[in-house]
Structures are given as C-alpha cells and as structure tokens.
C-alpha cells in the first residue's frame, strides 16, 4: 500500500529528557526534540528508515514524478528513507529502478541497489550511469556535507554538492526527467538557477511539512528536463 503525506499522526504527550553530567546541553535538547517528534514516531510506526522519507512523500504527493516504471538515482542515499519511498512507489525491481550512493553504509532496501562510494570521487558518476543501465526518469538528491557552525561556509559546501548533482543528473536523465535536491535557506546560486531554468520547463524551491520549520533547509524541484542538445551532448 502506498505511503502518503497525511500527517504525523497522533499527538502525544510532549517527553522531557533530565539533565545528566554525561549530557551537554545541546545533546539533550537533540534528544528532546527526536523523542517529540511526530515524524520519528510515524517512521517507527510503519517501518520507515527515517523521517525523511516523509519529506519525499510530501513532495511526490504534489508533484507526481515517482511513477511506476520509472528509473531513478538516488544520491546521499543512507539511511535508506527516501531510496524505500521512491522503490515503492516506481515498482521496483519488477517494474521500476532504483539505485542508490552514500559514502555511509547503509543496510539494503527491498528493490534498490546500492554502493558504497563517495558521489565527488571521480569514479562516481561512470559506476551510477553503468548501474541504472540507460537513461534516468528522476535523481535525487539529500545529500548534506557535515555542518560547521559557519552559515556561509555551510552554505558553500551544500551548494558544492547540489552543482555537482545538477551536472550529474543534466548527464543521465531522460527527457522530461525530474530533479530533486536538497538546499539552504538562501536560495540557489544564481548562475545555478539560471542553468537549471534553461534546462528544465520548471524549477522552484520547496518546503515539505516534514522539514522542520527551524531548519534552513529547502528542496528545489527542477521538472520537464528538456533534454541536453546533441552539439552539447
């Protein structure tokens, strides 16, 4: 049966975590804030890898790109939540396909296959196109480096991963193909924006109810990829 956005479900009793010696402030607040999270119980409740499958769901629900038969990338895969959403929903592997990349170990997914690779090594992009055997209907993109505290350099560093994915999915995807990737608050470079507008019939950012509303985080959608010119090819 397919998972849609529908909420969080119940509300429950808000969990207060006590303070410990062995706890700094900022873990137990952390901890706090899982133990009270409706999408962390939702997960748990139907078995999903993470909260942030519910993102993916959200978005899907509006924007319709996980079609069954459709073969899809997903970058910055682990724990699995979103590679989970996508083969359900694609029919995977009997209809659909779903690969996935993350320089973590992740455990395997009904119907995906996975590698263990970092996406910037240069040997990336050959072994993900060698995987999905032909052209790709949607790639995905969650990927997040490792925060630093410093706004502009984490801004940065994000947006190193989102150039790379771009030009990544500009090489694999199919016409008509859909691109998802995760952002900063801030927005996307322009110069970014601008490729991308000129590659795809539509490009907008998007906040899923499942993203915290304190997290800076956003999602750009980029849909109708209008394939790349052969002189360009």
Known sequence: MT???????????KVRVRSSRSRSVSSRHWLERQLNDPYVARAKR????????????????KASFLRKGARVIDLGAAPGGWSQVAAERVGAPQHGKVIAIDVLSMEPVPGVDFVKLDFLDYTAPGKLKEMIGGPANVVLSDMAANATGHARTDHLKIMALVEAAA????????PGGTFLAKVLQGGTEAALLASLKRDYKSVKHVK????????????????GFRGVPEDKA
């Open 3 to 13: 998972v849609r956005g529908k909420g969080a479900g119940p509300r429950q009793k």
């Open 46 to 61: 139907e078995g999903m890898r993470s909260r942030a499958a519910y993102k993916l769901i959200e978005i899907d629900d």
């Open 167 to 174: 030009e990544f999915a500009r090489e694999v995807l199919a």
């Open 208 to 223: 899923p109810p499942a993203s915290r509303t304190d997290s800076a985080e956003l999602y750009l959608l980029a849909t």
